[in-house]
């Protein structure tokens, strides 16, 4: 019933669920590494592992990359002096 609770209430209560997943791992152990022995769930962590760490990159650096407009002026005057 608690499980209920959690998931229709509006906190998170970060000990409830991590004691969940530990004893869901532990439960389904056997299972699990079989799991991650397929291709296809191999392939869909490493997609998905992908996809979250590029959308962090992007949000903790957005546009870094993006040039200057004061610095392209800049280099475009050293590159017509030289």
């Known amino acids: 019933m608690q499980l209920v609770s959690q998931v229709s209430g ?5 000990e409830f669920w991590s004691v ?7 439960r389904f152990r056997s299972k699990l590494l ?14 998905a592992d992908f996809n979250f760490f590029q959308n962090i990159v992007h ?3 957005p ?12 280099l475009h005057n050293l590159n017509l002096s030289s």
């Not at 969940?20 to 532990?26: H, L």
């Not at 079989?34 to 997609?47: A, N, S």
């Open 63 to 74: 546009d870094v990359l993006r040039p200057i407009p004061s610095m392209l002026s800049f």
């Open 34 to 47: 079989i799991l991650c022995d397929m291709p296809d769930i191999v392939q869909f962590i490493k997609e």
């Open 20 to 26: 969940f997943v530990m004893r869901m791992i532990f």
């Open 10 to 14: 509006p906190s998170f209560d970060f």
């Open 59 to 61: 949000i903790l650096m």
